[in-house]
């Protein structure tokens, strides 16, 4: 009766997050009765009740087939380099951007360091494409300061170069907007601290290491907890659009794969396998490092 009498008080809040509510429903939970299809060698004309059941065999293709394995490989080495390597960027941005005293000048800076995240992935691969093309600037700068006699390369065609370019595509489109939120942890940091650290003698770098620092530390464990499942899950536009034919055979991703099992071979069943196998480890990711941070520091998420 209580609920009832809530939703007949706050009739008109419900009405505006039915929308929302209906479009998670349709697009976010009911889908997942699909994941029967892991466990199934899956035919799109016998369809769920008819198709039949196969137990682990999908999820121990996933693990023993080294196409597979070289694709979980690569998914964990890209995405640790991008998360602990890339993490304290945003950081160490808010941290510059809360020690500048011009006004005009900050918000310029900080508005141009925000404008790559609003372009999509397909932009910044194009830009990127652009900018590394044999006749483009890089090479161009390269020849200027190396001679003529220095070969032209596109390091986009190297397998080699493909972390470099993916980590570097990731801090340039969202270092800047990722430090949004530290900025907002800063500004909420009580003005009396520094104003006390400042009669103390304290200097900037001192302020910055003895109470900003400190101040954001939840904001930045919490981010922190939240990112770690990233590891077993790539920015899917990102790496697909800058694989060509000469990395595409190297540089493949679980986020790739599926796509290429599910969406290009119809192999739905081991697509969805490997999308589930993926789900699971993120959320056991998450998990320990909340486990582990709320031990350490008495910080998590639940």
Known sequence: ME?????????????LL????IWTLVFCYAPMLGIVMAFQDFN???GFLGSDFV?????????????????????????????????????ILALLFNELRGRFF????????????????????????????????????????LGEQVERTNILMDPDHFLGILFGSHLWKNVGWSS??????????????YEAAVMDGAGRWKQALYITLPGIWPTVMIIFILSSGSLVSSNFEQVFG??????MEQTQVVNTVVYKLGVQQGNYSLATAFGLAQGIMSFL???????????LSNISIW
């Open 3 to 15: 609920l009832i009498q809530k939703i007949n008080r706050y009739k008109l809040l419900y009405v």
């Open 18 to 21: 039915s929308g929302a509510l």
């Open 44 to 46: 799109i004309f016998k």
């Open 55 to 91: 137990g682990l065999k999908h999820f121990v293709s996933i693990f023993t087939d080294p196409v597979f394995q070289k694709a979980i490989w690569n998914t964990l080495l890209y995405n640790s380099v991008i998360l602990f390597a890339g993490f304290p960027c945003p950081i």
């Open 106 to 145: 900050k918000r310029t800076v900080q508005t141009i360091s925000y404008l790559p995240y609003f372009l999509s992935w397909i932009s910044v691969v194009a830009l990127f494409y652009a900018f590394f093309e044999m006749g483009g600037p890089f090479n161009d700068l390269k020849v200027m300061i």
């Open 180 to 193: 949004v939120i530290f900025l907002a942890a800063i500004a909420s940091i009580d003005s009396q601290l």
């Open 242 to 247: 800058f694989q060509n034919l000469y990395t």
């Open 285 to 295: 990711i998450v998990y320990v490092v909340n486990l582990i941070a709320k031990k």
